[in-house]
């Protein structure tokens, strides 16, 4: 049974910072190239940020870029979201995701392509 469990939200003050893990079991960690979305209330699930399988390839949204960081570590089967200089626009619950893909340096920002989700961590930046 695949489990992505999602950790390390909370609160905290704009320009502030948090680091979210998400931690993979139940399938070959490697195969699989992992992406973050976030959900605001009342507004579609969007993309944030996706790293490959050998994670020499990333890419992030527009609004994240600059400011946020994703990167794993195959050996732990884990995947990360640092996410610095916070704005209350990034308010939202976060949710991992993982796309199997053949491609080690192959990634996808489209969420019909995910293959698996966790449960989400909650985020909340206030002003």
């Known amino acids: 049974q695949v489990q992505l469990v999602e950790s390390g939200g909370g609160q905290v003050q704009a320009g502030g910072s948090l680091r979210l893990s998400c931690a993979a079991s139940?399938?070959?960690?490697?195969?699989?190239?992992m992406g973050w979305f976030r959900q605001a209330p009342g507004k579609e699930r969007e993309f944030v940020a996706t790293?490959?399988?050998?994670?020499?390839?990333?890419y992030y949204a527009d609004s994240v870029k600059g400011r946020f960081t994703i990167s794993r570590d195959n050996a732990k089967n884990t995947a990360y979201l640092q996410m610095n200089s916070l704005k209350p626009e990034d308010t939202a619950v976060y949710y991992c995701?993982?796309?199997?893909?053949?491609?080690?340096?192959?990634?996808?920002?489209?969420?019909?392509?995910?293959?698996?989700w966790g449960q989400g961590t909650p985020v909340t930046v206030s002003s």
């Open positions: 995701a993982a796309d199997r893909q053949d491609s080690s340096d192959g990634y996808s920002y489209i969420r019909k392509n995910y293959d698996y």
């Open positions: 139940g399938l070959t960690f490697n195969n699989y190239a």
């Open positions: 790293i490959s399988r050998s994670a020499r390839k990333q």
